[in-house]
């Protein structure tokens, strides 16, 4: 069975500051996949994430994907208040679409 | 384009009720999905489709049915609803299976 899960649950940090999120899961993928979920809102799609090695980035916002690791980092540069959220990840094991999503981790952004 | 819409946005519903989920995709998409989020997880796969006609079960299909009679249209049917029940329940759909999945903005149910 696959398990798909974040680290860290929670992240607290202060503007200008860089971070990783850690989506690490349990059988051999290779599309993962980065949402954004705002507070009582839909999922908005980041990244798509199909081969090993791939790399992504949107603004502050840069994604990789190490499949031999079964790892994917959610890199943050220089953090505004904007991009608090929500941030999951989710793995395709099975080339068919079904996505199995990790627990998410919620980034609080301080000025 | 509209995207994904579903209705209702907020439903309270009593054990044992029965309620039907709409949702409906203008972008001609073949994937279409159906997830439920309960407080503080990730979301769970309840069913999924490829194309009209063709239905799979998810996660966590139980409680729950599903038709796809045109590519547009996915509706989710709750026949006799359980407070286990009670999430945040997610349309979305992909043009293809490797594709970004797009999601709808979401139906709140309550199961008192």
């Known amino acids: 069975e696959l398990k798909v899960e974040q680290n860290p649950l929670f992240l607290s940090m202060q503007e200008g500051k860089n971070y990783t999120i850690y989506c690490n899961y349990s059988?051999?993928?290779?599309?993962l996949y980065w949402y954004r979920q705002d507070p009582g809102k839909s999922l908005e799609s980041l990244f798509v994430l199909l081969s090993n090695g791939a790399v992504k980035q949107e603004g502050r916002l840069m994604a990789s994907l190490d499949t031999k690791a079964r790892l994917s980092t959610l890199h943050i540069t220089a953090a505004v208040h904007d991009l608090s959220a929500t941030y999951f990840c989710a793995v395709d094991s099975s080339n068919t679409g079904k996505l199995i999503f990790g627990q998410g981790t919620t980034l609080q952004v301080k000025p | 384009n509209a995207g994904v819409t579903q209705t209702p946005k907020f439903r309270i519903l009593k054990i044992g009720q029965s309620m039907t989920l709409q949702c409906a995709q203008d972008m001609n998409h073949n994937y279409m999905y159906w997830y439920r989020q309960d407080p503080g997880m990730g979301l769970k796969l309840i069913y999924y489709?490829?194309?009209?006609?063709?239905?799979d079960k998810g996660e966590v299909p139980n409680g729950y049915n599903v038709s796809r009679s045109t590519t547009e249209d996915f509706p989710l049917r709750l026949e006799l609803a359980a407070p286990s029940q009670t999430s945040v329940y997610f349309c979305?759909?992909?043009?293809?299976?490797?594709?970004?999945?797009?999601f709808g903005p979401g139906t709140r149910l309550t199961v008192l």
């Open positions: 489709s490829v194309g009209a006609g063709i239905t």
């Open positions: 059988t051999t993928s290779d599309r």
């Open positions: 979305a759909s992909s043009r293809d299976r490797g594709l970004e999945q797009f």
